[in-house]
C-alpha cells in the first residue's frame, strides 16, 4: 500500500496494534455504499469511463454479496476495511480497481463510513425510544388514577398516581429523543471529496455524492471533514444522558420490587433466582440496565479523552473513535429492549401503594395550603402550624385524617371540621390539577397530548 520508500514490512507488534479490521470491518456497508457513490460520480464527471465505472460497480456489489453470505475473508495484513474491499476488488476487476480510489482519501472515506454508521444508528434509536415511550404511555393510562407515594429524598413526600410517575419517564425519553433527532439533523453533510486534508484536484462534484448518499449537503471545510468527530461525541453524550435515563427507571424498578415496598412484581421474564436462597426473585434485568449505565458513560469518556488533544487533521489516534461508539450503541439497543419489556412485563401492587400513599403525613402540605387559603395564613406561618398538627399525630400513631378536630384546634384554633376535607390521599391527588400536576384529568390529559406528539 505505502508504496517506493517502505523496503521492509511493519513490526510484528506494528502490525498488531495498526490493524483495525477486527472492529471496522462492521462498516463494510457503509464504506461499500461510500464507493458506489464516490464511482459514479467519478464517472458523471469524466474521471472514469463509464465501462471503468460499470466493472468496480458490478465489483462493489459482488463484494457485498460475498461480506453477507459469509464468504468473505477479512484480511490482518490488510489493515482495515477499506483496504479489505479494494484489495477484493482489485482480484475480481483488476487494475482497474485502483482507479476508484481517485480523488479521496481513507481519512475521508472513514469519516464518510463512521458518519453513516452514526446515523444509521441515531434512526435505529429513535425506533427503540419510541417503542418505550409508547409502552409507558399504555401503562401510565392503565393507572392513571392509581395512587401511589411521591418522594423526595427518598423519603414519603406527597401522593401522586402511577400514571404521573410513569409520564416522568415519557418526557425523559422524549427529550431524548428530540437530541437523537436533532443530531440526525446537524449530523447530516458529507466529508467525502475532503481527501487527506486539503481537497483534491480533480473536478469532482461532491453535491452530487452528497446527495447520492442522503446528506443535506457536502461539508465546508476539507480539514474539518477529515477531523470532524463531534458527532460521534454528540452520539456517546446523548447515549450517556439515556442511559441514565433508563437506569434511574431501572433503581425505581429494583426498589420497588423488593419486599419493604413491594409495589411492583417482575415475572420470571425479567428476574432471577439465588443459588442458594430458594425464595429469591432478584431483578436482574434492572439491575444490568442500572449497571451498563457505566459501560455507555465509560465510552463518552474514552473518546473524549481520545479527542482532547489532537491537532488538525487526521491523527491515528482516531482509529480509537469507533469502539466505543459500537459498543455504546449495542449497549443502548440492549437496555432499551430491556426496559421497554419490564415496562410491558411489572404488575402493580396497587393496594399496597394506596396504603403505604397515606403513610408519613403525606397531605401535611394540602393541611398547609388549607390553612393559606382558608384563613389566610401566611404560607411559613401555616408551615410552623401544620408541623406541630404533624407532631401531634405522630405521638398519638395516627394519621392526619383520624387526628381529632380539638388536637388540631389546640394548635390553630380557628380550624374547622372543612379541613377533613383535603387530608385524604384521594383529596390531595385530585386537587392537584396546575399544568403538568397528578391530578387523573391533568395525567389523563397529559397521556393525550404526548401520544400525539410522541407516538
Same mark, same amino acid.
Given at each position: 500500500?505505502w508504496?517506493g520508500q517502505f523496503?521492509?514490512g511493519?513490526?510484528?507488534?506494528m502490525?498488531?496494534?495498526n490493524?483495525s479490521?477486527?472492529?471496522?470491518?462492521k462498516?463494510?456497508a457503509q464504506?461499500i455504499?461510500?464507493s458506489?457513490?464516490?464511482?459514479?460520480?467519478?464517472?458523471h464527471?469524466?474521471?472514469l469511463?463509464?465501462?471503468e465505472?460499470?466493472?468496480i460497480?458490478?465489483?462493489?456489489?459482488?463484494i457485498?454479496q460475498?461480506i453477507?453470505?459469509g464468504?468473505?475473508?477479512?484480511?490482518?495484513s490488510l489493515?482495515?476495511?477499506?483496504m479489505n474491499?479494494?484489495?477484493?476488488l482489485?482480484?475480481?476487476?483488476g487494475d482497474?480497481a485502483?482507479k476508484l480510489?481517485t480523488a479521496?482519501?481513507?481519512?475521508d472515506?472513514?469519516a464518510?463510513?463512521?458518519?453513516l454508521?452514526?446515523?444509521?444508528?441515531?434512526?435505529?434509536?429513535?425506533v427503540?425510544?419510541?417503542a418505550l415511550?409508547a409502552s409507558l404511555?399504555?401503562?401510565?393510562?392503565?393507572?392513571a388514577v392509581?395512587i401511589?407515594?411521591?418522594?423526595?429524598h427518598?423519603q414519603?413526600?406527597?401522593?401522586?398516581? !402511577?400514571?404521573h410517575?410513569?409520564?416522568a419517564?415519557?418526557?425523559?425519553?422524549g427529550?431524548?429523543?428530540a437530541?437523537?433527532?436533532?443530531?440526525?439533523?446537524?449530523?447530516?453533510?458529507?466529508p467525502?471529496?475532503?481527501a487527506?486534508?486539503?481537497g483534491?484536484?480533480?473536478?469532482i462534484?461532491r453535491?452530487?455524492t =452528497?446527495?447520492?448518499?442522503?446528506f443535506?449537503?457536502?461539508?465546508a471545510?476539507?480539514?474539518d471533514?477529515?477531523?470532524?468527530?463531534d458527532f460521534? !461525541?454528540?452520539?456517546?453524550s446523548i447515549?450517556s444522558?439515556?442511559a441514565v435515563h433508563?437506569?434511574?427507571?431501572?433503581?425505581?424498578f429494583?426498589i420497588w420490587?423488593?419486599a419493604p415496598?413491594?409495589f411492583?412484581t !417482575?415475572?420470571?421474564?425479567y428476574?432471577s433466582?439465588s443459588s442458594?436462597?430458594?425464595?429469591k426473585?432478584?431483578?436482574?434485568?434492572?439491575?444490568?440496565?442500572r449497571?451498563?449505565?457505566?459501560r455507555i458513560?465509560g465510552?463518552? @469518556?474514552a473518546?473524549l479523552m481520545?479527542?482532547?488533544g489532537l491537532p488538525?487533521?487526521?491523527?491515528?489516534d482516531?482509529?480509537?473513535?469507533?469502539e466505543?461508539?459500537?459498543d455504546?450503541?449495542?449497549?443502548?439497543? @440492549?437496555?432499551?429492549?430491556?426496559?421497554?419489556g419490564?415496562?410491558?412485563?411489572f404488575?402493580p401492587?396497587v393496594?399496597?401503594?394506596?396504603?403505604?400513599a397515606a403513610?408519613g403525613y403525606?397531605t401535611a402540605t394540602?393541611?398547609?395550603?388549607w390553612l393559606?387559603?382558608?384563613l389566610k395564613?401566611?404560607?411559613?406561618? =401555616?408551615h410552623? =402550624?401544620?408541623?406541630?398538627?404533624?407532631k401531634?399525630a405522630?405521638?398519638?400513631k395516627?394519621?392526619?385524617p383520624?387526628l381529632a378536630?380539638?388536637?388540631m384546634q389546640?394548635v390553630?384554633?380557628r380550624?374547622?371540621?372543612a379541613?377533613y376535607?383535603v387530608l385524604?390521599?384521594?383529596q390531595?391527588v385530585?386537587?392537584?390539577?396546575?399544568?403538568g400536576?397528578t391530578a387523573p384529568?391533568?395525567?389523563?390529559e397529559?397521556?393525550?397530548a404526548?401520544k400525539a406528539?410522541?407516538?
Amino acid at each position: 500500500m505505502w508504496g517506493g520508500q517502505f523496503a521492509s514490512g511493519p513490526a510484528e507488534i506494528m502490525a498488531t496494534i495498526n490493524a483495525s479490521i477486527a472492529f471496522d470491518k462492521k462498516l463494510y456497508a457503509q464504506d461499500i455504499g461510500g464507493s458506489l457513490a464516490h464511482c459514479a460520480m467519478l464517472a458523471h464527471c469524466g474521471i472514469l469511463t463509464r465501462k471503468e465505472a460499470a466493472a468496480i460497480t458490478q465489483g462493489l456489489k459482488k463484494i457485498k454479496q460475498e461480506i453477507e453470505s459469509g464468504h468473505f475473508t477479512f484480511k490482518e495484513s490488510l489493515e482495515d476495511i477499506h483496504m479489505n474491499i479494494e484489495s477484493r476488488l482489485a482480484e475480481l476487476i483488476g487494475d482497474v480497481a485502483g482507479k476508484l480510489h481517485t480523488a479521496r482519501s481513507r481519512n475521508d472515506q472513514v469519516a464518510l463510513d463512521f458518519r453513516l454508521f452514526v446515523r444509521d444508528a441515531l434512526e435505529k434509536i429513535d425506533v427503540q425510544l419510541q417503542a418505550l415511550q409508547a409502552s409507558l404511555l399504555a401503562r401510565a393510562e392503565q393507572y392513571a388514577v392509581s395512587i401511589m407515594p411521591g418522594f423526595t429524598h427518598l423519603q414519603t413526600a406527597q401522593p401522586v398516581t !402511577l400514571g404521573h410517575h410513569l409520564m416522568a419517564y415519557v418526557e425523559m425519553f422524549g427529550r431524548d429523543r428530540a437530541r437523537v433527532q436533532s443530531l440526525r439533523e446537524r449530523m447530516n453533510e458529507s466529508p467525502l471529496g475532503s481527501a487527506a486534508l486539503a481537497g483534491t484536484s480533480f473536478p469532482i462534484d461532491r453535491v452530487m455524492t =452528497a446527495k447520492l448518499l442522503g446528506f443535506a449537503h457536502p461539508m465546508a471545510n476539507s480539514l474539518d471533514g477529515v477531523s470532524d468527530r463531534d458527532f460521534a !461525541l454528540e452520539f456517546l453524550s446523548i447515549a450517556s444522558i439515556s442511559a441514565v435515563h433508563l437506569s434511574r427507571l431501572a433503581e425505581e424498578f429494583i426498589i420497588w420490587s423488593s419486599a419493604p415496598f413491594n409495589f411492583i412484581t !417482575l415475572s420470571d421474564l425479567y428476574t432471577s433466582g439465588s443459588s442458594i436462597m430458594p425464595q429469591k426473585r432478584n431483578p436482574d434485568a434492572a439491575e444490568l440496565v442500572r449497571g451498563k449505565t457505566g459501560r455507555i458513560n465509560g465510552s463518552l @469518556m474514552a473518546l473524549l479523552m481520545t479527542m482532547k488533544g489532537l491537532p488538525l487533521a487526521y491523527n491515528k489516534d482516531m482509529q480509537e473513535d469507533k469502539e466505543p461508539v459500537f459498543d455504546a450503541f449495542a449497549q443502548w439497543q @440492549m437496555v432499551l429492549s430491556a426496559m421497554t419489556g419490564m415496562i410491558q412485563d411489572f404488575t402493580p401492587n396497587v393496594k399496597r401503594m394506596h396504603a403505604l400513599a397515606a403513610e408519613g403525613y403525606s397531605t401535611a402540605t394540602d393541611l398547609a395550603d388549607w390553612l393559606v387559603r382558608t384563613l389566610k395564613m401566611p404560607f411559613r406561618n =401555616a408551615h410552623h =402550624a401544620t408541623a406541630k398538627i404533624v407532631k401531634k399525630a405522630a405521638d398519638k400513631k395516627c394519621l392526619l385524617p383520624d387526628l381529632a378536630l380539638a388536637d388540631m384546634q389546640s394548635v390553630e384554633p380557628r380550624i374547622t371540621k372543612a379541613v377533613y376535607g383535603v387530608l385524604t390521599v384521594e383529596q390531595s391527588v385530585a386537587s392537584r390539577t396546575s399544568f403538568g400536576g397528578t391530578a387523573p384529568v391533568r395525567v389523563k390529559e397529559a397521556i393525550k397530548a404526548a401520544k400525539a406528539k410522541y407516538l
